[in-house]
Antibody, heavy 128, light 107 residues
Framework: EVQVVESGGGSVQPGGSLRLSCAAS????????MDWVRQTPGRGLEWVAR??????????EYAASVEGRFIVSRDGSQNSVSLQMNSLKIEDTGVYYC???????????????????WGKGTTVTVSS | DIQMTQSPSAMSASVGDRVTITCRAS??????LVWFQQKPGQAPKRLIY???NLQSGVPSRFSGSGSGTEFTLTISSLQPEDFATYYC?????????FGGGTKVEIK
């Protein structure tokens, strides 16, 4: 079964750090981009970060709201992707989803797998 | 950044109704548009990809269309299990952009 499972959520004070993990199974992890998407009460669904696949050098992209504070990384040996969240703000509170992304940038590799598999999410609460 | 305006933000409809939800992009795109359904307490579920391609296992009453800056999700005959919130996603450039969502409620 193709699935992704998040872990690592919790409560933290503003300015603190938290590391989320996502374990992937049932598919060739190295072939796929992986995304983090969050859902906050005030801003609905928001794309947070992307780790490209092995073929594209595991390069990364970030939303402006988290650039410089969050770092996405992958462990190919463990089929996992992590989101290191530093300097957390109250507005980072929400449910964080790990999402399977495409296998490439053109044709079926782009469209067929685009955000087709979502985890159940892990909750992050930033509060004093 | 490209902005996605989704309308309506909420609507009431009856079982059997035809429902149309629209997403408008601030800049034109080609086929980089996805639709999701989300029910309370659940993760989003992909319904449509590349504007009009139905996800495997999704009922054929769901369809997507559009081009350029305007895209539409249509539910031809609303069923009880379709009451949910629907989101569009544009993946034309970074940052990837979701629409604000449309909550479909029972009339």
């Amino acid at each position: 079964e193709v699935q992704v499972v998040e872990s690592g959520g919790g409560s933290v004070q503003p300015g603190g750090s938290l590391r989320l993990s996502c374990a992937a199974s049932g598919f060739t992890f190295s072939d796929h981009y992986m995304d983090w998407v969050r859902q906050t009460p005030g801003r609905g669904l928001e794309w947070v970060a992307r780790s490209r696949n092995k073929a594209d050098g595991h390069t990364t992209e970030y939303a402006a709201s988290v650039e410089g504070r969050f770092i996405v990384s992958r462990d190919g040996s463990q089929n996992s992707v992590s989101l290191q969240m530093n300097s957390l703000k109250i507005e980072d509170t929400g449910v964080y989803y790990c999402v399977r992304g495409p296998r490439g940038t053109t044709g079926n590799d782009l469209y067929y797998y685009y955000m087709d598999v979502w985890g159940k999410g892990t909750t992050v609460t930033v509060s004093s | 950044d490209i902005q996605m305006t989704q309308s309506p933000s909420a609507m009431s409809a009856s079982v059997g109704d035809r429902v149309t939800i629209t997403c408008r992009a601030s800049q034109g795109t080609n086929t980089n548009l996805v639709w999701f359904q989300q029910k309370p307490g659940q993760a989003p579920k992909r319904l449509i990809y590349a504007v009009s391609n139905l996800q495997s296992g999704v009922p054929s009453r769901f369809s997507g269309s559009g081009s350029g800056t305007e895209f539409t999700l249509t539910i031809s005959s609303l069923q009880p299990e379709d009451f949910a919130t629907y989101y569009c996603l544009l993946h034309h450039s970074y940052p990837l952009t979701f629409g604000g969502g449309t909550k479909v409620e029972i009339k």
